[in-house]
Nanobody, 125 residues
Framework: QVHLVESGGGLVQAGDSLRLSCAASGRTFSNLAMGWFRQAPGKEPKFVAALNWSGRSTYYADSVKGRFTISRDNAKNTVYLQMNKLKPDDTAVYYC??????????????????WGQGTQVTVSS
């Protein structure tokens, strides 16, 4: 089991940037793929981005491609989500998730094991 704690959310205006961080502890972080999901009110969690254990392979939802960047620092047991050119549609609770293998096996919530408590991102127009 991996314990995950997100930070960095907040209220910003459209066009602004935010960087989310996710600190991991417990099971060996560097052996796991990591991902970010987001959940808007009344909706199911949706895949945002993921990367494999080394960070060399990254995956993005079409809605964030070119604006968001996922990265990791295995020495710090931390994964990041840099969000640029934010839009009101990006408003959601963002969750950090740990995969169950070294590679990304899928983009569904069931493909990931541990989840953080979430951090709110609100983008005003």
């Amino acid at each position: 089991q991996v314990h995950l704690v997100e930070s960095g959310g907040g209220l910003v205006q459209a066009g602004d940037s935010l960087r989310l961080s996710c600190a991991a502890s417990g099971r060996t972080f560097s052996n796991l793929a990591m991902g970010w999901f987001r959940q808007a009110p009344g909706k199911e969690p949706k895949f945002v981005a993921a990367l494999n254990w080394s960070g060399r392979s990254t995956y993005y939802a079409d809605s964030v491609k070119g604006r968001f960047t996922i990265s990791r620092d295995n020495a710090k047991n931390t994964v990041y989500l840099q969000m640029n050119k934010l839009k009101p549609d990006d408003t959601a609770v963002y969750y950090c998730t740990a995969g169950q293998r070294v590679y990304v096996s899928g983009h569904e919530p069931s493909d990931f094991g541990s989840w953080g408590q979430g951090t709110q991102v609100t983008v005003s127009s």
